[in-house]
């Protein structure tokens, strides 16, 4: 087993549209590039292909809140931490620390449809898979839809 810093995809060494399922629980508020993150995962997925995943997401926000700001991706000294010394109940309640730099608003599902994606959720709980107080994602490739190109967002 290899760690994957949050500065690094993981998903680098796969090929382009080599895999039919991506799945990731509650872990993209803590990978500094998530948007970098999306983008691997479209590109590395087949046509049709799906992405499934959780993370914590407020819907009264309509941004998504950055904690942390990358100046450069290869060396997170340079990292820029952005909580104000007043944390906001928000950010406790979407747990706000330097280990989860993102907090998801509402604009997530537009940059996925942006990126490509058709996309459906559920704030359902499902306890017997674990996913209980979260939004469940599920997203379908559909590269006749991508807004942008995903090599450079």
Avoid: W
Wanted: glycine share 4%; with cysteine; hydrophobic share 30%.
């Amino acid at each position: 087993m290899r760690t994957i810093h949050p500065h690094e995809s993981a998903l680098s060494p796969f090929s382009d549209e080599s895999l039919d399922l991506v799945i990731t629980s509650d872990a993209m508020e803590h990978v500094c590039l998530d948007d970098l993150a999306h983008r691997e995962i479209y590109r590395v997925l087949k046509p049709s292909g799906v992405y499934i995943f959780t993370v914590p997401h407020d819907r009264s926000l309509e941004q998504t809140m950055i904690r942390v700001q990358v100046n450069d991706p290869n060396d997170p000294e340079k990292d820029v931490h952005c909580l104000s010394p007043n944390i906001t109940a928000t950010q406790i309640l979407m747990k706000a620390s330097v280990r989860c730099p993102t907090g998801y608003g509402r604009n997530l599902e537009s940059y996925l449809t942006r990126l490509g994606f058709e996309l459906d959720y559920s704030r359902k709980d499902l306890s017997n898979f674990g996913i209980l107080n979260t939004e469940l994602y599920y997203c379908r490739k559909n590269p006749a839809k991508a807004k942008f190109s995903p090599e450079n967002g």
